[in-house]
């Protein structure tokens, strides 16, 4: 007897239906094996050589600054691991033995995890104990937050320095003059007594050691239109480096930094794509108008030690000891100068702004006897008279177009300084008058507590501005994650 086809067709269509189905029901179980934490999308760049990549939910929250964390919604934070990864994962069958580069990834993740729970907590004061110093106030964005991001650095980072290159150009720097802050990062990598490495493989960041000023000095034609010659030298050392070790082309630079004082520092990057791209750039001249990128890119206080030494230049008079609203003395240099001369200039007893100093005042005395201290850019952003205010205990008035001021990923600015904009320099006496006395004094004590950040040690101190700068790195090295 004939009988119809549909069971055969029916048999068909069950094995389609297992075959598409079945390959999906193992996906899944693997999945959920692995837990939420393996199944993240990587955006990726790079070429074969290798990459540096961002998962998706960190790619939507970068930059890692503190003070967007301090901004987070209630309970938004990030999935990681609660702890590193065995040395071993079995995944589909195959038994996988993580990297030394995985080791660190793992560790990093759960730094992340931990100061973004950190920031959950909107306390004026850390909740963390410390012996030395327990950050608290509005001088930060916050400070529980910062306290346990600077915990977890001073746990976890670690620095290798290139060997490449021979002083005075690589491994040397100025300590004193308007670059002693280059010089003395520099030298005291060369010391190895804080965050160095031998080990490169155990390293979260490379430091490419060379120094602009010193090649300024040594190779560049007085006169000359162009520095050329300090371009090919930054380029032809990264060429060297990359080609002796693997970490550059690993990362394309991303777990790089370099580090200058000099108003050329930003362009002399530009010479290595990768380097003004993808690396960490620590720059005085931190102008977003040129190409420096917060997120990325770490601001560099402009600290000139006229001696090599800050003996005398810290402290000043109470509040009611200062008679003069607003000082500034300075040569003539950019058009915000310019403007703030020509405005001001020998026409107000309350705003006394000078490009020479009458020759019975000094001009240390006069940040003392000043309640505000003015700090035009000049031909570039970065001014040494940000620092020498703090120092003084004069609130900053900071003027200036596309400038980042220092450590500002920690540092509430806007609790201790006043921001004034070129156009409105001919209203700075308005402005400043309009600051209550109870507004200032708060300002005023704030100028004192965020003095220690910015203070230079030797040997360094803990949360100074050596540690400071570290931190700044610390925190950019926490936006990327490496693959090998």
């Known amino acids: 007897m004939w009988l119809p086809n549909r069971p055969r067709l029916a048999y068909s269509i069950t094995v389609w239906v297992l075959l598409l189905v079945g390959p999906l029901v193992v996906i899944s179980l693997v999945d959920f094996t692995l837990g939420p934490h393996r199944s993240w999308i990587s955006l990726r760049v790079g070429s074969l050589g290798g990459s540096y990549s961002l998962s998706v939910k960190e790619e939507l929250e970068r930059p890692f600054s503190l003070g967007a964390v301090a901004q987070a919604p209630m309970g938004s934070s990030i999935e990681q691991k609660s702890s590193p990864p065995s040395p071993y994962e079995v995944s589909a069958g195959e038994i996988k033995r993580y990297t030394r580069l995985d080791r660190l990834e793992a560790a990093l993740a759960k730094a992340r995890h931990s100061i973004r729970e950190a920031a959950q907590i909107r306390n004026m004061t850390s909740i963390h104990e410390d012996s030395d110093y327990v950050p608290q106030g509005p001088i930060y964005r916050n400070a529980n937050a910062f306290h346990r991001s600077y915990l977890e650095m001073e746990k976890l980072f670690k620095i290798y320095v290139y060997d490449e290159g021979e002083p005075p150009i690589f491994h040397n720097g100025p300590c004193r003059s308007i670059y002693s802050t280059e010089g003395r990062f520099i030298m005291e990598m060369e010391k190895g007594n804080f965050y160095r490495t031998k080990d490169p493989d155990e390293a979260l960041v490379f430091f490419l050691p060379f120094s602009v000023v010193m090649m300024v000095q040594y190779l560049y034609v007085p006169g000359a239109l162009e520095y050329h010659a300090i371009g090919r030298t930054v380029a032809d050392y990264i060429d060297i480096v990359s080609q002796r070790h693997p970490f550059w082309n690993r990362s394309l630079g991303a ?230």
Request: glycine share 6%; with cysteine.
């Open 255 to 484: 777990d790089h930094f370099m580090l200058s004082c000099h108003d050329w520092g930003p362009h002399t990057t530009s010479y290595v794509p990768q380097l003004f791209n993808n690396s960490i750039r620590v720059l005085c001249n931190a102008n977003t108008s040129e190409g420096f990128n917060p997120s990325k890119d770490v601001s560099l206080p402009e600290i000139h030690l006229r001696t090599g030494e800050i003996t005398g230049l810290l402290g000043g008079p109470s509040p009611s000891r200062r008679p003069i609203l607003a000082f500034f003395a300075g040569r003539l240099h950019g058009h915000i100068r310019y403007l703030l001369l020509e405005q001001w200039k020998e026409k107000d007893d309350d705003v006394q702004v000078y490009d020479n100093l009458p020759n019975d005042a000094s001009y240390e005395s006069m940040l003392k006897k000043s309640r505000f201290c003015l700090c035009p850019s000049g031909y570039e952003v970065a001014s040494p008279r940000v620092i020498e205010a703090i120092y003084a205990e004069c609130v900053p008035v900071l003027i200036s177009d596309g400038y980042v001021p220092p450590l500002s990923d920690v540092l509430n600015w806007k609790a201790f300084s006043v921001s004034v904009a070129v156009k409105d320099i001919p209203n700075l006496k308005r402005i400043l008058m309009g600051i209550s006395q109870s507004q200032y004094l708060r300002m005023h004590r704030r100028v004192k507590q965020v003095q220690r950040h910015f203070v230079i040690n030797g040997p360094p101190k803990r949360f100074d501005v050596f540690h400071m700068m570290v931190h700044s790195i610390w925190l950019r090295r926490l936006n990327v994650r490496i693959h090998d």
